[in-house]
């Protein structure tokens, strides 16, 4: 597709369940982000990827968080163990090359809304 | 540290008003990049506008426009003549590699 697309749309677990949250950035886009939104909050930033490389993790809020990319392409976050909260809309955006400085614009998708029970 | 503020957590005008929504931002830093974007209810993140640290040159696009003040730290963002499809969440955001967002700022536009 031409966007970022995000999967599931709606993720509801019970806690103490792990979940998989999937990205598929634009073609071609070498670097990817993850990004947590609080319900009325501002996206927090969790990771970075520049292909297949997680070269920050410093957002991550825990070590039962967890995101891989291992091809360069579709990323996952996993979280383990997931707690009350987990529960935020989890954003994941690409831009089209890699960046020491964020000059591009980063292409976000719809998010995956996840709620934890 | 980076850190970016919106004060105005909701805004609600009358359509065809103009609305002014604030953004002041803190860095360290002499290069860095400003970013406007807008969440409408469908949750995607839409982006409006990038400005670099380096250009104060404000600019205007259709209904919209950003005047951005290096002196006082602020990307501040107007809509002229608001229509109800304005209404939505806008972030403002201080980019590096990753971005800094705002709280953001929800604006109802009522016909």
């Known amino acids: 597709g031409a966007g970022v697309s995000q999967s599931p749309r709606y993720k509801v677990a019970k806690r103490g369940q792990d979940v998989a949250l999937r990205c598929d950035p634009i073609s071609g886009h070498v670097s990817l982000f993850w990004y947590q939104q609080a319900l009325g909050q501002g996206p927090e930033f969790l990771t970075y990827?520049?292909?297949?490389?997680?070269?920050?993790k410093s957002g991550l809020p825990s070590d039962r968080f967890f995101a891989e990319r291992p091809e360069g392409s579709v990323s996952t976050l996993k979280i383990q163990r997931t707690q009350q909260e987990d529960s935020a809309v989890y954003l994941c955006a690409s831009s089209p090359r890699e960046s020491a400085l964020s000059n591009q614009p980063q292409h976000f998708g719809d998010g995956t809304r996840l709620s934890i029970l | 540290a980076q850190k970016v503020t919106q004060a105005q957590t909701e805004i609600s005008v009358v359509e065809k008003e103009d609305v002014t929504l604030d953004c002041v931002y803190e860095t360290r830093d002499t290069t860095y990049y400003l970013f406007w974007y807008k969440q409408p209810p469908s949750g995607e993140l839409v982006f409006l506008i990038r400005?670099?640290?380096?250009?104060?040159q404000n600019e205007i696009s259709g209904r919209y426009s950003w005047n951005f003040q290096k002196s006082t730290s602020s990307f501040n963002f107007t809509i002229t003549a608001s229509q109800v499809v304005d209404s939505a969440v806008y972030f403002c955001?201080?980019?590096?590699?990753?971005?800094?967002f705002g709280s953001g700022t929800k604006l109802n536009v009522k016909p």
């Open positions: 990827f520049q292909n297949e490389a997680q070269l920050d």
């Open positions: 400005r670099n640290s380096f250009d104060e």
């Open positions: 955001a201080l980019g590096f590699r990753e971005f800094y």
